[in-house]
T-cell receptor
Framework: GQQVMQIPQYQHVQEGEDFTTYCNSS?????IQWYKQRPGGHPVFLIQ?????EVKKQKRLTFQFGEAKKNSSLHITATQTTDVGTYFC???????????FGTGTLLAVQP | EAQVTQNPRYLITVTGKKLTVTCSQN?????MSWYRQDPGLGLRQIYY???????DKGDVPEGYKVSRKEKRNFPLILESPSPNQTSLYFC????????????FGQGTRLTVV
């Protein structure tokens, strides 16, 4: 079945450093979504990418969707302590019409 | 306020004792789903529903049941809970399955002893 993997599983950075998480799907995706889950909280929608090669920015966050629509990345410039949490990608693809979540990347930011 | 409401937030139960986790959304969303979250495994879909009386299995449906008698409610039923169902559960809803953001409930932390 369709699988969505994320790397790294965990990353610890100093405040001000950059951070990137990568998402890879075993199948072509029709779209990719990104969510953030604060510690003790629930996933909250950040953004959705639909087009091949699409790049979107939200302040310090940059999201990319690969040309083959099988991978995506989230890059955070100059991390802040408010960026702490787990970042999930989620994709629609294949014949099953299901939204499949990645394994998530836990980001820790040291002040 | 648009929201997805889950109850209870925390539950400790014993093996074999039937339980229901309720989920309700006030956004008139067609699509609802249940996920379980376990360390290192991300969010895995248990069941989903594309509309009233339409439900289907997700990736990890064993040991769970759902029903969708009304558009706003999507309860998760554990007929005979076992310790391997100890997990953090999330209900989510969206306007439609594809190309639509999912709104999550606050989560239910279930412990089965």
């Amino acid at each position: 079945g369709q699988q969505v993997m994320q790397i790294p599983q965990y990353q610890h950075v100093q405040e001000g450093e950059d951070f990137t998480t990568y998402c890879n799907s075993s199948t072509t995706l029709s779209n990719i979504q990104w969510y953030k889950q604060r510690p003790g909280g629930h996933p909250v929608f950040l953004i959705q990418l639909v087009k091949s090669g699409e790049v979107k920015k939200q302040k310090r966050l940059t999201f990319q969707f690969g040309e083959a629509k099988k991978n995506s990345s989230l890059h955070i410039t100059a991390t802040q302590t408010t960026d702490v949490g787990t970042y999930f990608c989620a994709g629609n693809g294949g014949a099953t019409n299901k939204l499949i979540f990645g394994t998530g990347t836990l980001l820790a930011v040291q002040p | 306020e648009a929201q997805v409401t889950q109850n209870p937030r925390y539950l400790i139960t014993v093996t074999g004792k039937k339980l229901t986790v309720t989920c309700s959304q006030n956004m008139n969303h067609e699509y609802m789903s249940w996920y379980r979250q376990d360390p290192g495994l991300g969010l895995r879909q248990i069941y989903y529903s594309m509309n009233v009386e339409v439900t289907d299995k997700g990736d990890v449906p064993e040991g769970y049941k759902v029903s969708r008698k009304e558009k706003r409610n999507f309860p998760l039923i554990l007929e005979s809970p076992s310790p391997n169902q100890t997990s953090l559960y999330f209900c989510a809803s969206s306007l439609r399955e594809k190309v639509a953001e999912a709104f999550f409930g606050q989560g239910t932390r279930l412990t089965v002893v």
